[in-house]
């Protein structure tokens, strides 16, 4: 479904939050879409280091581990291989005990007749530093599909004034995988290919 409403949203980007991944319920199972270019992921992740990880015919799914926030993309020209590859990186990824699948956004559009899915496993909901009070310490961010895009939303000014890009990076550290966890999902895709 995400990847049919990619190709025929194709001006917009389409997301998904999983389960304790910035969804605002544990039942809170729908798509979203915003505006394709307001996201900056989807330029900047086309500059960044990579390691394929795993290919079935023209759809490759790539893991970027070198940066706070560290994902998959899948890049594919056929939804039947661009599924398969996903279904094995689900099945790699982790779940945590009372979640109903493994926590992680998704992020998909459709660019140049190819699917381009992002996919960003994640350790927990919310960084250390949440907080609804005005101290400087804390920050009024639960990022989600949207913030892991690049785009970040803050509903307070005292926030948008304090945040930096220095903490903004922290904060993505924290919530998303490690460089090794997500190099170990990369292995257990790996091993799982070569079974079949």
């Known amino acids: 479904d995400l990847l049919e409403l990619s190709r025929e949203l194709d001006d917009y980007v389409v997301f998904y939050n999983g389960p304790q991944s910035g969804a605002s319920a544990p039942d809170h199972h729908h798509f979203q879409a915003g505006n394709r270019g307001a996201f900056p992921?989807?330029?900047?992740?086309k500059k960044l280091p990579r390691i394929q990880i795993a290919q079935k015919r023209?759809?490759?799914?790539?893991?970027f581990p070198d940066q706070a926030e560290t994902f998959f993309i899948l890049m594919a020209d056929q939804a039947e291989d661009a599924q398969f590859l996903f279904r094995k990186l689900y099945e790699a990824l982790p779940q945590q005990a009372g979640d109903p699948e493994p926590r992680m956004n998704i992020l998909s559009w459709f660019e140049?007749?190819?699917w381009i899915v992002c996919i960003i496993p994640r350790r927990q909901l919310r960084p250390s530093c949440y907080g609804e009070s005005l101290d400087k310490?804390?920050?009024l961010i639960s990022p989600a599909?949207?913030?892991m895009g690049g785009l970040i939303t803050l509903p307070l000014q005292s926030d948008y004034k304090a945040l930096t890009a220095t903490k903004?990076?922290?904060?993505l550290k924290e919530v998303c995988f490690t460089k090794e966890q997500l190099l170990e999902t990369a292995i257990v895709i790996n091993q799982s290919l070569m079974r079949q």
């Open 168 to 171: 903004f990076k922290e904060i």
């Open 145 to 147: 599909s949207v913030e």
């Open 137 to 139: 310490n804390t920050f």
């Open 58 to 63: 023209k759809t490759t799914l790539f893991a």
């Open 41 to 45: 992921l989807e330029e900047y992740w």
């Open 112 to 114: 140049d007749n190819r």
